[in-house]
C-alpha cells in the first residue's frame, strides 16, 4: 500500500512537471504571436502611411498640373478678351453687344471654375490697369485704399508716409514715415530701397506692414505694372473705384452695368448715375493694359489639396510676341 501512493505521488509530480512545461511553451508562443502581431502591424502602419504620401504626392503633382493648365487657358481668353475690346472700341456709341457674341473673361477679377480632366481650376484674371500704382500714387489715393480696406488712422497714416519714403530718395523720413534709420534699428538691419517698388509684396519690408497677413491680398488693389496714373472703369475693384473717391452708390452702379456691356466714356457713366463729382475724375480710363495677373487653383477635390500659380502676364498685338510671362510665382498663397 506505501509503494502504490508513493507511485502515485511520484505519477502526480511528473505531471504537473508536464503541465508547467506546457504552459510555459504556451505562454512562449502567445508571446511569439504578440511580437509579430505588433511587427505586422508597425509595418502595416508604414504601408499605410508610405500609400498615403504617395496619394498626397500624386495629388499635389495633379493640382499643380491642373493649375498650370487653367493659367495658359486664361492666356487664351486674354487674347479673345483684346479683340472683343477692340471691337467694340470701334462700335459706333449706343449699339448694343450681339447676343451671338461668344462670352469673354474679363479682368476684373471674377472666380471662372473650369473643368478639366481629372479636376477643377479656379481662374482669376486681374487687368493690371485695373490697380491702384503703388510707384506713382499720390498720397491721397493711398490714404484712401488703406482707410477702405479697414485700417485705422494711425496705421493708415504711417504706411502711407513710409511707402512714400521707400520710393523716394533722400534720408529725411516723413512725420509717421521711416528711412534707413529706422530700418538699421531693426533685426536683421537694412537700409530702405530709394527706389521705386519691384513688387507689391516688397511691401513687407515696409514700416507699418511688419508681418501683416495682408501682404498676399494687396496685390488685388495696389501694381507695379506699367507707367499710368489712370485706373480702368471696366476691371477696378469695388475697393479701387472708393479709393479713387467715387460714391458708393456709383461704385455698385458702375460693377453692375459693366459685366454685360463695358464703359466707354464718362458720358455713358453719367446716364445711369447723374453725379457731379464723375466730371473731376481725371484719373480714369476705359481701357485695359497689356498686363494681366492670371491667378489660379488647381484642385483635385474641391474641400481637400490646392495649389495655386500667379501670373504676370503681357498680352499685346503690337509687340513682336502676342503673349509674354513676366512673372511666374508657384505655391501662391491662395
Known amino acids: 500500500m506505501y509503494r502504490n501512493i508513493r507511485s502515485r505521488k511520484g505519477r502526480n509530480s511528473k505531471g504537473a512537471a508536464h503541465a508547467d512545461q506546457a504552459g510555459t511553451v504556451l505562454l512562449l508562443v502567445i508571446l511569439v504571436l504578440a ?69 469673354v473673361w474679363q479682368g476684373d477679377q471674377r472666380p471662372y471654375l473650369l473643368e478639366l480632366p481629372g479636376g477643377w481650376a479656379e481662374i482669376r484674371l486681374a487687368d493690371e490697369a485695373g490697380k491702384i500704382n503703388l510707384n506713382r ?46 530700418y538699421l534699428s531693426l533685426d536683421p538691419p537694412y537700409v530702405a530701397k530709394n527706389s521705386n517698388f519691384e513688387a507689391v509684396t516688397e511691401l513687407a519690408w515696409v514700416r507699418g506692414f511688419e508681418n501683416s497677413p495682408m501682404i498676399p491680398r494687396l496685390c488685388e488693389w495696389l501694381t507695379v505694372q ?21 460714391p458708393p452708390e456709383v461704385c455698385q452702379t458702375i460693377i453692375a452695368t ?16 447723374p ?13 485695359s493694359s497689356p498686363f494681366f495677373t492670371i491667378k489660379s487653383t488647381g484642385m483635385v477635390n474641391k474641400h481637400k489639396g490646392r495649389h495655386t500659380i500667379e501670373a504676370v502676364v503681357r498680352v499685346e498685338f503690337s509687340a513682336a510676341e502676342l503673349w509674354e510671362i513676366i512673372a511666374w510665382m508657384d505655391n501662391f498663397p491662395g
Open 137 to 182: 500714387a499720390p498720397e491721397e489715393i493711398l490714404l484712401n485704399l488703406f482707410t477702405v480696406l479697414g485700417f485705422s488712422p494711425e496705421k493708415v497714416r504711417t504706411m502711407v508716409d513710409s511707402i512714400q519714403d521707400w520710393r523716394s530718395r533722400g534720408d529725411a523720413p516723413r512725420p509717421y514715415g521711416a528711412k534707413s534709420d529706422y
Open 258 to 273: 459693366r459685366r454685360t456691356m463695358p464703359f466707354r466714356n464718362f458720358q455713358e457713366i453719367f446716364q445711369l448715375s
Open 35 to 103: 511580437l509579430i502581431s505588433v511587427l505586422i502591424l508597425s509595418w502595416a502602419q508604414e504601408w499605410r502611411t508610405e500609400l498615403r504620401l504617395a496619394a498626397n504626392f500624386r495629388e499635389a503633382h495633379q493640382c499643380r498640373r491642373l493649375a498650370e493648365a487653367g493659367v495658359y487657358y486664361a492666356l487664351g481668353k486674354l487674347v479673345s478678351t483684346k479683340i472683343e475690346e477692340v471691337g467694340q472700341l470701334q462700335q459706333p456709341m449706343g449699339t448694343p453687344a450681339a447676343e451671338d457674341r461668344p462670352p
Open 226 to 246: 506699367g507707367v499710368s496714373l489712370g485706373v480702368n472703369v471696366n476691371t477696378a475693384p469695388l475697393q479701387v473705384l472708393l479709393a479713387m473717391g467715387l
Open 275 to 287: 453725379d457731379p463729382r464723375l466730371g473731376q475724375q481725371q484719373m480714369l480710363t476705359f481701357h
